[in-house]
């Protein structure tokens, strides 16, 4: 990808003897002390990625090691040569700045969605143009009125490793937990709302776009993130946006709000609150389903890609995950 007038080397690319000039993601830096013959040193070694993968990377100059312009989690500009250390290529550094973000194309960075952005976006346009009660509606157009929500929503993951954490993830992940709702209206839906579901749906990790560190491809969590998380921020947005809509019934409302509170379940995953109405459970599966599913097809694709047909053992689903999938024909029934 040519960005800025500059052409993107991937770490995958780098070639033992090369120079390289090139944007990197700066996933581990630290000063460290060497010593070879008595003669002391002071260096700098860097972790630094893409979405290719990862390379190492040493600075031995003065001016380099003590450079505080940037930081883990910000991209940088590297130029250097390409050595052989130990086996396996490292880039020895003689020059590296903070990067200029109007020069970075994100998806050098981050998996492409499975899906292209603007035909999932499309998608919720519709859906959310579906929608018959007018106060819900005029919520959710509220909420998408400025140019840099709908971007930020469109570019958010919906989580850092375990399910959906890529840009667009949680486009994907909202669009996912809305087709279960909706099934789950035509099944067994006496005492569902749908359009309130469908709102709950696109609102209920709606603040993970300030969850998470917008700039920082490794989607790192913000101090708001740390400090209140997107549980409770998305209970604020609700409130944020009915207080601009002085008819919107209190009591819809409350159960919207109900809806983000308690989407985790138990309070021992992260929910202030457990679902207490037929909506708030059924949103709860949907978004539970959505998640557990994706992060099912997370540990199969990586086990894999190790040639294994059982997973190692996952601490949140307790339990080894095996690959081999039953595709039918042959024997009877």
Partial sequence: MRTGGLTKIYAKDLVVGAQVKSHFFVIDKRLVNYNKNGVPACGMVLSLGDRTGRVSAVAWNEALTSDNSYRK????????????????????????TRANLA???AADFSAPPPRPL????????????????????????????????????????AGRDVHHAFVGGLLMHTLEVIAYVERMVQVQGARLNRDLLIVGA?????????????RAFGFEVTDRGKLIGHVVLGAELISSLTERMPAFPTTLRDELQHLVLSHHGKREWGSPEEPKTANAVALHLADYTSSRLAQVEKIIAETVSLGERWSAWDKRLECSILTDVWEGGGGEA
């Fill in 73 to 96: 989690d910000d991209i940088v500009l590297v130029s250097g040569r390409v050595q052989d250390y130990r086996g396996d290529k490292q880039i020895y550094i003689e020059e590296i």
């Fill in 118 to 157: 603007a035909a999932m976006w499309r998608e919720l346009e519709e859906i959310m143009a579906s929608i018959k009660t007018p106060c819900l509606r005029d919520l959710l157009v509220l909420h998408f009125s400025l140019p840099e929500v709908r971007h930020a929503f469109q570019q958010a993951p």
């Fill in 103 to 105: 020069e970075v194309d």
């Fill in 202 to 214: 696109i609102l209920h990790d709606a603040a993970k776009t300030q969850e998470y560190e917008p």
